[in-house]
């Protein structure tokens, strides 16, 4: 049997559903504070470790409860990241960023 990890970056205000939903659907996961490089704002990573056949479930678990947001990026950032005008402006931050990779060894010492 194979193992994936799902990588999954969400919004904070979505996570704690997004956790309900998946450990009420019987996962384990893991939930990590983590900030976006481009916005500089937390943002959470959640690490789920499943067999290969469950995670097409487990990301519409995680879809069910992800909500994409629009977000005002200071001036600041803005401008360093390239706006002419240094001015607010808005990002549409999606409902949940998603990796999935193999997992070669997975081992509960
Ligand atoms: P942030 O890097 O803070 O990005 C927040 C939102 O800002 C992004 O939403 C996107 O709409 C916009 N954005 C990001 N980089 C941009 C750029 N260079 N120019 C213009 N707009 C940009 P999402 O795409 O939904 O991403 C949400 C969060 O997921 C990201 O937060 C980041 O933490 C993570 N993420 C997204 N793509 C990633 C990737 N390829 N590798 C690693 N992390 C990623």
Redesign the pocket.
């Known amino acids: 049997m194979s193992m994936k990890l799902i990588i999954a ?1 969400v919004h904070s205000d979505d996570a704690q559903a997004v956790l309900s939903e998946i450990s009420m659907a019987g996962y384990s996961a893991t939930k990590l504070s ?8 937390g ?1 959470t990573t959640l690490l789920i470790g499943v067999e290969q056949e469950q995670v097409d479930e487990v990301i519409a678990l995680i879809g069910k409860r992800a909500h ?1 947001h629009k ?1 005002v ?1 200071s001036g600041a950032v803005g401008k360093s ?1 390239g706006s002419v005008s240094g001015l607010p402006f808005e ?4 409902g949940a ?1 998603v990796f999935v990779v193999d997992v070669e060894k997975f081992v509960k010492l």
């Not at 990002?91 to 999606?94: A, L, S, T």
Request: aromatic share 6%; no cysteine; net charge positive.
């Open positions: 970056i983590t900030t976006g490089g481009f916005m500089r704002a943002n994409s977000q990026v990241e990002v549409k931050v999606g960023t």
